[in-house]
């Protein structure tokens, strides 16, 4: 159950930090690192 609600949580800031990034930077091209994490500036 607490990995669940980790995961949940994880989830959760990760959709929030996509959306929030969309909507600030609607017509910038976000690039993606070749380790795979999106860097927030």
Known sequence: MLL??????WFMGFFFSRTQ?????RTSILF?????????K
């Open 21 to 25: 990034l969309l909507s600030l930077n």
């Open 4 to 9: 669940f609600k980790v995961l949940l949580f």
């Open 32 to 40: 993606l690192p070749p380790d795979g994490t999106l860097k927030i």
